[in-house]
């Protein structure tokens, strides 16, 4: 099968009940998907190990590397139980959040979180259904919080509980979160994305337990996060932009900023992004969206964004396989607006001094261009060569050529990067052959046309690149 999609922005799927036969899955990723993520709040292990060989029966098939995100589910903060399910509220009126677990009504529910109680102060805000019911706490005791209802109609069962601007005393990962995080790499996950990171210390308790057997993403829905964004982007491998939650948290007119500055700092570092959370939300019931949500999935591309998601559109919706075209579509016809192409190249990133894997990698890009150059060729064992290159965001594919399957499947998130799994090369002809040979063959070039190879000497080292070879394909 062709590696060649007419896009360079990559398209992460999430997989579910719409989405949880072979055959379906199969659609999608023709249809567009390059990667699919698994949601681990949800299904057993037996359910995610009969998932996860389905996606590599599909990958063998096609012969195309997918990349699979181990998404874990952090913590939950709800509140309780009614009597009656549900009540209504009135703005201005007095509810008591404690402990007890006996069942609520008009005047008290329990908060099961005495973290949460400890946590906030007298006048903070708590949210909570999404942000549909706001309080501002009014009175604080040991195991009880009184709140004055700010705006609300009906709070019912086990609704979330959101503490913006309060960095809470509460591991990232639960118990059940470290269980759920060793089945994934022992079966093979190629990402681990972290759910609640508030600290830069979180982030590396994560990183402790991956010990280096997959990348690592951080999922950022936490305003405090955003205050510790460079250490945080310091430490990880990705970024994913979750919106709903930081929408949330944040007022929703900062998230469109918030947004833009994270895409960009991560471009900078030539760490991947992803930009997540109700891009095609009415397509889980329509087979088409609406103009505002095609706009916002154009946004985030516009924005540089290496992969944007789709969430309940491909596990739950009706219309799994008309979302990813849909998002494809889209791609596909950004990427093609001149003013695309301006934005991409008035964002340049700058390139490391004295670095020459940095340098070399700027240079392909620049020289790509110039010669007219139909893809832009890395061997890279480690993937960082693809990612330097990735970061320029070139008008041409990046054929990365790799020994690694597992950097193959992590670098189907990246922005532009179409990875082949073959053997190292040992000399300068061979790596010309093999490059030439492997374009034609996956489409990216015929007789006449010109590649930019970069490599390392010697061959096969981690993070040698120091060659650059233009190639006229014969």
């Not at 950022?220 to 929408?247: H, Q, Y």
Request: proline fraction near 4%.
């Amino acid at each position: 099968m062709t590696l060649k999609r007419n896009r360079h922005t990559k398209i992460l799927i999430t997989l579910g009940p719409s989405s949880d036969t072979k055959e379906i899955l199969t659609e999608l990723i023709l249809a567009g998907a390059d990667n699919v993520r698994m949601n681990f709040s949800h299904g057993s292990h037996a359910d995610h190990k009969r998932r996860f060989d389905m996606i590599r029966e599909i990958e063998e098939e096609l012969g195309r590397p997918i990349g699979i995100v181990a998404d874990m589910q952090g913590p939950k903060l709800r509140v309780g139980h009614f009597k009656d399910k549900k009540i209504a509220l009135t703005v201005g009126h007095d509810l008591r959040l404690d402990l007890s677990d006996a069942l609520g009504d008009e005047t008290r529910v329990q908060l099961p979180h005495p973290e949460i109680i400890s946590a906030v102060d007298v006048g903070d805000k708590l949210l909570m259904d999404d942000g549909k019911v706001r309080v501002t706490v009014k009175e604080k005791g040991a195991d009880y919080l009184l709140v004055t209802i700010d705006a609300g109609q009906y709070l019912s069962n086990n609704k979330g509980v959101n503490v913006p601007n309060v960095t809470l005393p509460i591991p990232a990962l639960t118990q059940k979160d470290r269980k759920d995080l060793i089945v994934a790499l022992d079966l093979g996950a190629d990402w681990i994305a972290q759910s609640f990171v508030q600290t830069a210390e979180d982030v590396r308790e994560c990183q402790e337990l991956i010990a280096g057997r997959a990348k690592h993403i951080v999922k950022l829905e936490k305003p405090n996060a955003l205050e510790d964004l460079d250490e945080i982007l310091a430490l990880t491998d990705a970024i994913m932009v979750a919106r709903g939650d930081l929408g949330v948290e944040i007022p929703p007119e900062n998230v469109p900023v918030a947004q833009k500055r994270i895409v960009r700092a991560c471009r900078s570092l030539g760490k991947p992004v992803i930009v997540a959370t109700q891009m095609l939300e009415s397509m889980i019931e329509s087979p088409q969206p609406t103009r505002a949500e095609a706009s916002d999935v154009a946004t985030a591309i516009f924005d540089g964004t290496d992969c944007v998601m789709l969430s309940a559109e491909t596990a739950a919706g009706a219309y799994p396989v008309e979302a990813v075209s849909m998002m494809n579509r889209i791609a596909i016809s950004v990427e093609a607006d001149s003013m695309y192409r301006k934005i991409m190249d008035a964002d340049h990133p700058e390139t490391e001094t004295l670095n020459v894997s940095d340098s070399i990698t700027a240079s392909a890009y620049h020289i790509a261009q110039n010669v007219n150059a139909s893809a832009i060729v890395n061997y890279t064992t480690s993937g960082s060569t693809a990612l330097r290159t990735a970061r320029h965001r070139p008008t041409v594919p990046i054929l990365c050529l790799t020994e690694s399957t597992q950097t193959a499947r992590t670098l189907a998130l990246s922005y532009g990067v179409r990875p082949v799994v073959t053997n190292d090369v040992s000399d300068f002809d061979d790596m010309v052959t093999r490059a030439s040979t492997i374009a034609c063959e996956k489409d990216f070039a015929t007789k006449g046309d010109r590649l930019v190879i970069t490599a390392g000497v010697p061959f096969g080292t981690v993070g040698s690149t120091n060659i650059l070879r233009i190639f006229k394909v014969e």
